[in-house]
T-cell receptor, first 113, second 113 residues
Framework: DAKTTQPTSMDCAEGRAANLPCNHS???????VYWYRQIHSQGPQYIIH???NNETNEMASLIITEDRKSSTLILPHATLRDTAVYYC??????????????FGTGTRLQVTL | DGGITQSPKYLFRKEGQNVTLSCEQN?????MYWYRQDPGQGLRLIYY???????QKGDIAEGYSVSREKKESFPLTVTSAQKNPTAFYLC????????????FGPGTRLLVL
C-alpha cells in the first residue's frame, strides 16, 4: 500500500471548516483513499473513502486532486468533539480478502473555542 | 445494538504471565483483526482472520497467539515471549466485500507490572 504524509498537528476554531491535507504521491490506480479518526483512548472511527471522485457524507467531504497524489478531508463546521487524531490511509481493495490497514501517525486536530 | 466489544478495558499482567484479551462482534463479519498501538504512534497489525479456523500473521505477530473457533470471537493471547507488551490493543472486524470498512472496538489497555 502507498505511503501517506500528513502534518503532525493542526488547530481549528470551533464553527470553522477544518481542512486536513494528505499527500500520497505514490498512489496506484487501484488504491482507495480512506480517512479514519481516533478520539483519545478510543478505537478508530471510519469517516469517508474515495477513489478519484470527490465524496461527501454526513460527517465530512473528501476532495481528491485530479492526479490523485493528494487529498483533503474537510469537516465543514468543526466542533470540540472533532478534536482527534485523523489518519489518511491508502489501500488496494480486493473483494474476498481481508482489508488490512496501514496506519501512520496521523494529524492531531485541536478544535478550540 | 450491533458492534464490537472488547474486555476488559484495563488489564494488568505480571511479567512472565500469559494473558488473553477478548473480542466479540455481532455484525456477522467474516474478517477480524488485532492491532497494537503504542503512545503517539499509529496502529500496527498483529494478526487477522478471514474465516473460522484460519488466521494470518500481521506485521508484529511475535509473542502473540490467536484462535478463531467461532465467527463472532477472536481472542488474542499475549504470551510471556512478548518482551514489551504494555500497549493499547484494538480489535476490528469487516466484511470481505472489498471496499467495506473496518469497525473497531473500544480497546483494551494492557499494563505489565
Amino acid at each position: 500500500d502507498a505511503k501517506t504524509t500528513q502534518p503532525t498537528s493542526m488547530d481549528c476554531a470551533e464553527g470553522r471548516a477544518a481542512n486536513l491535507p494528505c499527500n500520497h504521491s505514490t498512489i496506484s490506480g487501484n488504491e482507495y483513499v480512506y480517512w479514519y479518526r481516533q478520539i483519545h483512548s478510543q478505537g478508530p472511527q471510519y469517516i469517508i473513502h474515495g477513489l478519484k471522485n470527490n465524496e461527501t457524507n454526513e460527517m465530512a467531504s473528501l476532495i481528491i486532486t485530479e492526479d490523485r497524489k493528494s487529498s483533503t478531508l474537510i469537516l465543514p463546521h468543526a466542533t470540540l468533539r472533532d478534536t482527534a487524531v485523523y489518519y489518511c490511509i491508502v489501500r488496494v481493495v480486493n473483494t474476498g480478502t481481508a482489508s488490512k490497514l496501514t496506519f501512520g501517525t496521523g494529524t492531531r486536530l485541536q478544535v478550540t473555542l | 445494538d450491533g458492534g464490537i466489544t472488547q474486555s476488559p478495558k484495563y488489564l494488568f499482567r505480571k511479567e512472565g504471565q500469559n494473558v488473553t484479551l477478548s473480542c466479540e462482534q455481532n455484525l456477522n463479519h467474516d474478517a477480524m483483526y488485532w492491532y497494537r498501538q503504542d503512545p503517539g504512534q499509529g496502529l500496527r497489525l498483529i494478526y487477522y482472520s478471514q474465516i473460522v479456523n484460519d488466521f494470518q500473521k500481521g506485521d508484529i505477530a511475535e509473542g502473540y497467539s490467536v484462535s478463531r473457533e467461532k465467527k463472532e470471537s477472536f481472542p488474542l493471547t499475549v504470551t510471556s515471549a512478548q518482551k514489551n507488551p504494555t500497549a493499547f490493543y484494538l480489535c476490528a472486524s469487516s466484511t470481505l466485500a472489498g471496499r467495506e470498512t473496518q469497525y473497531f472496538g473500544p480497546g483494551t489497555r494492557l499494563l505489565v507490572l
